[in-house]
């Protein structure tokens, strides 16, 4: 069982950068895939950016590439997204997810609660 809880969110200006935290509860951790989503007002749930579990391995949405870097510290138990060059069609609320292995679907066992993120032009 992993509980996960989101942080970093806020209001930002366009070009600006913001950094999200995602803090996991349980031992197991270390053992999982992790992955950060998206959801927007009237959108569905995108993917974003996902990490293997040991954090060789990385994953971007095409949207992101370039301008978001996923990583994680599994002795602190925390996976993180930085976010440069943010723009206005980066807001949403973004999500936290943890499961076996990696998938561009939100189909993780584990989520977070979300944390908004708005990006002012």
């Known amino acids: 069982q ?3 809880g989101e942080s970093g969110g806020g209001l ?3 070009g600006g950068s913001l950094r999200l935290s995602c803090a996991a509860s349980g031992r197991t951790f270390s053992s999982y895939a992790m992955g950060w989503f998206r959801q927007a007002p009237g959108k569905e ?3 974003v950016a996902a990490i ?3 954090g060789r391995t990385t994953y971007y949405a095409d949207s992101v590439k370039g301008r978001f870097t996923i990583s994680r510290d599994n002795a602190k138990n925390t996976m993180y997204l930085q976010m440069n060059s943010l723009k206005p069609e980066d807001t ?3 999500y936290c997810a943890a499961g076996p292995r990696i998938v561009t679907a939100p189909a993780y066992d584990y989520w977070g609660q979300g944390t908004q993120v708005t990006v002012s032009s």
Request: aromatic share 20%.
């Open 12 to 14: 930002v200006q366009a």
């Open 52 to 54: 293997t579990w040991l």
């Open 2 to 4: 992993v509980q996960l």
């Open 92 to 94: 949403a609320v973004y």
């Open 45 to 47: 749930r995108e993917f």
